[in-house]
């Protein structure tokens, strides 16, 4: 990473965090990724810079952990995926069942607190939604 790269992707984290600071307690990590909490739902926001002029955020929230193996859910979940517009929905399968993050990366390069905060919403406010779902599913 070039110095020039490392200015940018700091630059962009801190419009990120004033951005997220108008809703959320933000907590810079060690290595100057962002962390918050959107309800029950942890959220993660790091930046890179792919290319001169295109630097871009990726935002990983994690919906919901532990959940117990069932395909029926596993199957709602990628279906709710191919729906959504703000972000990539996974899930991974573990010793303790269920895994299910959004994630979510875009250019960010010059927005402005405000709209860049809309945007950081939207992609939380669907984690959450999608969390609520699936639990309910779950107890089903």
Known sequence: MTDD???MTAELLTSARTAL???HEVHVDDDGALSFRHGDVPCAVQAMRLAEGLTVL???CVVAWDLPE???LAVSAAERAG????????VV?????MDVTLRYAFPAEGLKPEPLSTL???VVSTAS?????LLSKGEE
């Open 70 to 72: 069932d395909r029926e």
């Open 58 to 60: 990726s935002l990983t």
């Open 5 to 7: 790269d490392a200015q």
């Open 83 to 90: 729906r959504g517009l703000f972000g990539t929905l996974g």
């Open 129 to 133: 939604q999608l969390r609520g779902e």
């Open 120 to 122: 950081l919403m939207l």
């Open 93 to 97: 399968h573990t010793d303790r069942g």
């Open 21 to 23: 600071e108008l809703f």
